[in-house]
């Protein structure tokens, strides 16, 4: 059973398209964070949310937490080759994270 | 500042057979954590160590184990190897916590035959 659910699975758009990833879950988290893992390598921090309404922004990519802190998403603007990878979102609730299912972003030039 | 190293890359075993796998934290990190990747289950939390001791475990059974020496340095070792226990191994380490931020090492691949 996973707590967070990703969606979609998979993805592969045109280069400088609009994207959005969710993450949801019938769970509250303390809070959220966001993974981009590419093929070999592991998992590197994309950012944190804490605070239920929150957004972030990193460039081009837009973090949202929900107001309930049970669901979040990702939104990238004009996407680019290099944003191909493996997205991941985790939840912290206790003392431990749980990983979402992933989104498979393939950017397409 | 030298990131996680994780030793060996990749591994090749026989069910029935353990591993022990190596992780190396970044330098003054004290929280390592280990999380098994496969492409059905995803990424799931094994176990935390901070200080020596086991902090946090996840549900997997007793053949996973682990260790931290006096150095942060972690060791996880499968016993009775079973075909699903392929998988990707990544160790994370943080200053503290992983809840506030963590950084993963390129994992180990292992393969059971």
């Known amino acids: 059973t996973q707590l967070l659910e990703q969606s979609p699975q998979f993805l592969s758009i045109q280069e400088g398209e609009n994207l959005t990833v969710y993450c949801n879950s019938s769970?509250?988290?303390?809070?959220l964070q966001w993974y981009r893992q590419e093929p070999g390598e592991g998992p590197v921090l994309l950012v944190t949310v804490v605070t239920g309404g929150e957004v972030k922004k990193l460039k081009r990519l837009t973090f949202q937490f929900g107001d309930a802190r049970k669901d979040s998403s990702l939104h990238i603007t004009a996407a680019q080759t290099g944003d191909t990878g493996l997205y991941l979102c985790?939840?912290?609730?206790?003392?431990?994270?749980?990983f979402g299912t992933g989104t498979s972003l393939t950017v397409i030039p | 500042k030298a990131g996680v190293t994780q030793t060996p890359r990749y591994l090749i075993k026989t069910r029935g057979q353990q591993v022990t796998l190596s992780c190396s934290p970044i330098?003054?990190?004290?929280?390592v954590s280990w999380y098994q990747q496969t492409p059905g289950q995803g990424l799931q939390f094994l176990f935390e160590?901070?200080?020596?001791?086991?902090?946090n475990k996840g549900n997997f059974p007793g053949r996973f184990s682990g260790r931290q020496f006096s150095n942060s340095r972690s060791e996880m070792n499968v016993s009775t190897l079973e075909l699903g226990d392929s998988a990707l191994y990544l160790c994370?380490?943080?200053?503290?916590?992983?809840?506030?931020?963590?950084?993963f090492g390129p994992g180990t691949r292992l393969t059971v035959l």
């Open positions: 985790a939840g912290a609730t206790g003392n431990q994270f749980y």
């Open positions: 994370a380490s943080s200053l503290v916590t992983p809840l506030n931020e963590q950084f």
């Open positions: 769970s509250v988290f303390s809070s």
């Open positions: 160590y901070f200080s020596e001791t086991q902090r």
């Open positions: 330098s003054g990190h004290r929280s």
